[in-house]
C-alpha cells in the first residue's frame, strides 16, 4: 500500500484528485488544505506527497505543508509556470506532472516516485529547462517582488540598501529582459512564469 497525501488549496479540486487516486486500491489517499496540517511530530508516514504547485513557496520543500527534505513529492503544475517546474525540481521533487496530463498519468507518477523514482512528464520537460533560464538578476527579482507589493522606489531602495537610481536602473533593466512594456506588465510576466 502506497501512503499518499493530497495537498491542494480549493478543496473542490483536492477531493477530485483523492477520488481519482483512489480509483487504485494499491493506494491509501488522504488530503490536507495547505498551511492547515497538523504540526510536524502528527503527520502520518506518508509515502508520497502531491502537492499544487502553486502552494510551494521558495523551494520545494519551504512550503506550507508539514513535508520534510527527503520526502517524495509529485507535483502538478503547467508548461507556462516554469518557474514553479525548476523550483521543484531543484527542491527535490521526483515527480512533475502536467496539470492536463490523462488521469492515469498521476496514478503512474505516485507509483513510481513511491518506488524512489523520478517521474517527468512528457510535456513539462522543455518548460523545465526554460525555468533554468530565469533572466533575472536576484536584485532584479527583489525589485520587481517589492515593485509587487506596492513599495514605491523610494521603499524599495531603503529596504535594499540602494540608491534610488540604481533602483530605477535594476527595474529598467528587468522590464526588458522580461520583454515587458511597463513595472505593471514586468510583475505579471514574472509572477505568471512562477519565478517569484
Known amino acids: 500500500m502506497v501512503r499518499t497525501v493530497v495537498v491542494h488549496d480549493e478543496e473542490l479540486l483536492r477531493s477530485a484528485l483523492v477520488q481519482l487516486l483512489r480509483a487504485d486500491a494499491a493506494l491509501e489517499v488522504s488530503s490536507m488544505s495547505p498551511g492547515a496540517g497538523p504540526p510536524d511530530r502528527d503527520v502520518p508516514p506518508t509515502d508520497v506527497w502531491v502537492v499544487d504547485g502553486d502552494c510551494l513557496r521558495g523551494e520545494a520543500h519551504d512550503a506550507s505543508f508539514p513535508a520534510r527534505r527527503g520526502d517524495r513529492l509529485v507535483v502538478l503544475t503547467t508548461a507556462k509556470r516554469p518557474g514553479i517546474l525548476r523550483r521543484a525540481f531543484d527542491g527535490g521533487a521526483l515527480g512533475l506532472v502536467d496539470k492536463n496530463a490523462p488521469a492515469d498519468r498521476l496514478i503512474t507518477a505516485v507509483h513510481t516516485v513511491a518506488k524512489g523514482e523520478r517521474f517527468l512528464d512528457q510535456a513539462l520537460t522543455v518548460a523545465l529547462l526554460e525555468g533554468a533560464e530565469m533572466p533575472l538578476t536576484t536584485r532584479e527579482l527583489s525589485v520587481l517582488s517589492l515593485a509587487s507589493q506596492g513599495a514605491p522606489m523610494a521603499e524599495i531602495a531603503a529596504r535594499l540598501h540602494l540608491s534610488r537610481g540604481?533602483?530605477?536602473?535594476?527595474?529598467?533593466?528587468?522590464?526588458?529582459?522580461?520583454?515587458?512594456?511597463?513595472?505593471?506588465?514586468?510583475?505579471?510576466?514574472?509572477?505568471?512564469?512562477?519565478?517569484?
Open 166 to 196: 540604481t533602483v530605477r536602473n535594476y527595474m529598467a533593466t528587468a522590464i526588458r529582459k522580461v520583454g515587458a512594456r511597463n513595472r505593471v506588465d514586468a510583475i505579471r510576466i514574472v509572477q505568471n512564469a512562477g519565478w517569484t
